[in-house]
C-alpha cells in the first residue's frame, strides 16, 4: 500500500517542477513511511510514498521499464501476479525484482489499456509511456484505491489523496457547494465530484489515457455481472461454489512479506474470515476489536467469543466520546471530506492498534452489499415492494392519497415507521430505495437548504442508473447499486482510516472471481424469505459459533445521538449554531435550530444529520478556512 501523485504539463516544452512534486508526495507520508521516489523528466514527473508489504527489498517506486522509457507510480496489490508474472515470461519478459510493480508495467507494455482486466487485486496506478508520450492513469474495478485530480490550463495532477492536489496548486479549489444535496441525502458525493471545485475522482473501474493528440480519455472496463439463472442449480451447489471461492480468495489475501492480522467484529464476515484463515498461517492470527463504554454500541463480548474460536492473539480497546471528538477534526483532515460514518473513528483507532503488531488486516467490508447482508435496508425495501403492489392492487390513487393524508396526524412514535412505509412512499425506486435511507430526505433537504440550492442536481441519479441498469429483480438491483455507490464510500473510508495509521487493509470479500460468482447468482438465494446474507450464512455454517451465526448485525455502531443530546450538545451550539456557521449562508438557520432543539429534548432523532452538519462544518474551517485540526474547537 502506498501514495503515489504526479504532474503531467500539457504544454510539451514546460518542465515539472521537481521539489513541488516533491511536496505534493510527502503531503502522503502517512500511506507511506517507508520510503519515497520521484522521477522528473521535462513535462512528466511521478512520485510515490511506499509501505513495504512485497519484495521489502525491491519495488522501488516510481519503477522502469529496462529500457527506461516507461515509468510506474502504483498504489495497491495484485493478487495473482505471480501467475501473470509466469504467463509474461512465456511471452519473453524478464524481471529484475520479486514485486507486483514491476508485473503491471511488463503487463502495460505487452498489453497496453486492456492490462487491466488481467488484473485480480486493488489498485490505481499511473504509467507513463515516454515514447508514444502517453499516461495511462487506471483504478481497480470496485474503487478499493483511491486517485484525484484535477485539471488547469497549463497541467494535470493527480494524486491518492486530495491534499496533495492543494499543494502549491496552480488554479484555486474552493468549496464545490453544488455537491450540498448529495451530501445531504447520501452522507457522501456520488460519481466523479468531490468537495472542492477543480478536483475529481477517477471512478472505480475505469482508466484515463492522455495523448497530445486525442487529449484525455476515459474508458469504463467493467461492471458487475448480471444475474445468470440456472435451473439445475440447488441451494446446496452455489454453496460449494461460495466456500471454495471463499478459500481461494482468503489465500490469495495472506500473500506477503509482513505480518497479516484481521479486525474482528464478531460478526458473521469477520469471523468467517478469521476461521478461514487459520489454518493458512503458521502462527496464531493477531485479531483487533474496538468498542465503546456504552452497552447498545460495543460488540466486545462476541468479538472475544470468535477471537477464542479460533485461538486468536486477541487486541482490543474502547473508545470514549472524549477520544472520539478529539480524534474527530484530524481525520477530517485525514479524509479531505466531511467524515461520511461515524465508524470512521473508531476504525482509525483500531488501525493505530493494529499498526504496533501488523502492517496488513483482513476486513469484512463488502460482503454485505455483495451477499445481500443490510438487515434494515434491503429486508425494509423488499417488505415495501411486496406489500405496496398488493396494496395497490385493492386500492385507487384516491384511496391511497386520502390515507397518506392521515400520517403527519400520527403520534410521533407511530409515525416514524407508517413514514417509511409503501404507505407514504409508494413502491417506485428513488422512494423506496434512495429516499427511504437518506439521511436528509426529500422534506429536509428542501427544509434546510438555502435557496441558492434548491435546484440542486438530483442526489440519486447515479444510484438509480445502476439499480435500472441491473434487472428487475429489487433486490439483485439494489445489490448492484450498492456495490458501485455506496460500498465505493465505505472503501474510502476503510483506505483513509487505515492508511492514517500506516496501515494496509485489504478486502477478501471482494475479490474479483467471488464476486463475479456472487453477484450472478439470483438473489433469491442470497435472501431466504426474510433473512438476510442467508447463502453465506449456509456457506459457513458449519465452522462458525452459532452465537454469532445467528446475531444480529451492528457494524461499528457509535452513540452519536445520545452524545449530542447529552455531554456535546455544547460542541453543536458552538459549531453548527453559531455565529460562523450562521454567516456562511448555507442552510436555512432557523430550519437547522428547529431540528437542534428538536434533537436535544427529544422529539426526533436527528443524530446523523446533525452528525454531518458537524463534519461540514469542521471541514470547512480546515480546508476553506485554513485552521489547524488542532485547533479547531478553540477558535
Avoid at 427544509?447 to 434487472?471: M, S
Amino acid at each position: 500500500m502506498c501514495g503515489i501523485a504526479g504532474v503531467l504539463k500539457l504544454d510539451a516544452s514546460a518542465q515539472v517542477n521537481e521539489e513541488a512534486l516533491i511536496s505534493m508526495r510527502d503531503t502522503l507520508r502517512h500511506r507511506g513511511p517507508d520510503g519515497a521516489g520521484v522521477m522528473v523528466h521535462g513535462r512528466i514527473g511521478l512520485a510515490h510514498r511506499r509501505l513495504a508489504i512485497i519484495d521489502i527489498e525491491g519495488g522501488h517506486q516510481p519503477m522502469p521499464n529496462k529500457s527506461r522509457d516507461c515509468w510506474i507510480s502504483y498504489n495497491g496489490e495484485i493478487y495473482n501476479y505471480k501467475s501473470l508474472r509466469r504467463q509474461l515470461e512465456v511471452l519473453g519478459c524478464s524481471f529484475e525484482s520479486e514485486s507486483d510493480t514491476e508485473v503491471v508495467l511488463c503487463a502495460y507494455e505487452v498489453f497496453g489499456e486492456v492490462c487491466v482486466d488481467l488484473f485480480e487485486g486493488m489498485f490505481a496506478f499511473a504509467i507513463w509511456d515516454n515514447r508514444r508520450q502517453r499516461l495511462f492513469l487506471a483504478r481497480d474495478k470496485l474503487g478499493i484505491k483511491p486517485l484525484y485530480y484535477s485539471t488547469s490550463d497549463t497541467e494535470f495532477r493527480f494524486a491518492s489523496e486530495i491534499k496533495a492536489l492543494l499543494v502549491q496548486p496552480t488554479q484555486s479549489h474552493g468549496f464545490n457547494k453544488d455537491v450540498l444535496s448529495d451530501f445531504l441525502a447520501n452522507r457522501y458525493v456520488a460519481g466523479c465530484e468531490t468537495f472542492f471545485t477543480g478536483i475529481k475522482k477517477l471512478l472505480p473501474a475505469q482508466t484515463m489515457m492522455w495523448t497530445e493528440r486525442e487529449g484525455f480519455i476515459q474508458r469504463k472496463y467493467w461492471s458487475p455481472p448480471k444475474t445468470k439463472e440456472n435451473n439445475n442449480y440447488t441451494t446446496l451447489d452455489y454453496v460449494e461454489q461460495v466456500k471454495k471461492a471463499l478459500d481461494e480468495a482468503v489465500s490469495s489475501h495472506l500473500v506477503s512479506d509482513v505480518p497479516v492480522g484481521l479486525f474482528l467484529s464478531g460478526g458473521l464476515d469477520s469471523t468467517a474470515l478469521a476461521v478461514i484463515m487459520k489454518p493458512m498461517v503458521n502462527e496464531p492470527v493477531k485479531t483487533f476489536s474496538v468498542g465503546f463504554s456504552e452497552a447498545s454500541a460495543n460488540e466486545l463480548s462476541y468479538a472475544r467469543l470468535a477471537a477464542e474460536a479460533v485461538g486468536s492473539e486477541h487486541y482490543d480497546l474502547e473508545v470514549s466520546a472524549e477520544q472520539f471528538f478529539e480524534t474527530l477534526p484530524h481525520l477530517i483532515w485525514h479524509e479531505d471530506e466531511p467524515l461520511a460514518f461515524t465508524s470512521s473513528v473508531p476504525l482509525h483507532l483500531l488501525s493505530k492498534l493494529a499498526r504496533e503488531h501488523v502492517k496488513v488486516v483482513l476486513t469484512g467490508e463488502g460482503a454485505d452489499e455483495l451477499f445481500i447482508g443490510y438487515d434494515y435496508r434491503y429486508r425494509v425495501t423488499a417488505f415495501n415492494q411486496r406489500w405496496g403492489n398488493r396494496f395497490n392492487q385493492i386500492s385507487s390513487e384516491s384511496v391511497r392519497a386520502a390515507i397518506a393524508s392521515l400520517i403527519p396526524g400520527l403520534p410521533y412514535q407511530v409515525r416514524r415507521y407508517v413514514e417509511r412505509s409503501f404507505v407514504a412512499l409508494g413502491i417506485e425506486p428513488r422512494q423506496l430505495f434512495c429516499e427511504n435511507f437518506s439521511v436528509f430526505r426529500a422534506q429536509h433537504r428542501s427544509a434546510v437548504l438555502n435557496g441558492n440550492f434548491a435546484n440542486a442536481a438530483d442526489p440519486h441519479r447515479q444510484t438509480l442508473d445502476f439499480f435500472t441498469a441491473a434487472g428487475s429483480e429489487i433486490i439483485q438491483c439494489m445489490s448492484h447499486a450498492d456495490l458501485q455507490t455506496y460500498l465505493v464510500e465505505l472503501l474510502m473510508k476503510q483506505d483513509q482510516m487505515s492508511m492514517s495509521a500506516s496501515v494496509e487493509s485489504r478486502v477478501p470479500f471482494l475479490d474479483n472471481r467471488l464476486v463475479d460468482l456472487v453477484a450472478a447468482i439470483p438473489a433469491r438465494f442470497k435472501m431466504n424469505g426474510w433473512q438476510t446474507k442467508s447463502l453465506l450464512r449456509e456457506a459457513v455454517s458449519d465452522i462458525i459459533p452459532p452465537a454469532i451465526l445467528h446475531r444480529k448485525k451492528m457494524g461499528f455502531p457509535v452513540p452519536i445521538s445520545a452524545w449530542l443530546r447529552g455531554p456535546y450538545w455544547s460542541l453543536l451550539e458552538k459549531m453548527i449554531l453559531g455565529p460562523r456557521a450562521r454567516d456562511r449562508e448555507l442552510f436555512d438557520f432557523e430550519a437547522v435550530q428547529r431540528m437542534a432543539q428538536e434533537h436535544r429534548r427529544g422529539k426526533a432523532d436527528h443524530g446523523e444529520r446533525l452528525w454531518l452538519l458537524l463534519n461540514l462544518e469542521i471541514w470547512l474551517r480546515i480546508f476553506i478556512d485554513g485552521e489547524d485540526p488542532g485547533a479547531i474547537y478553540a477558535n
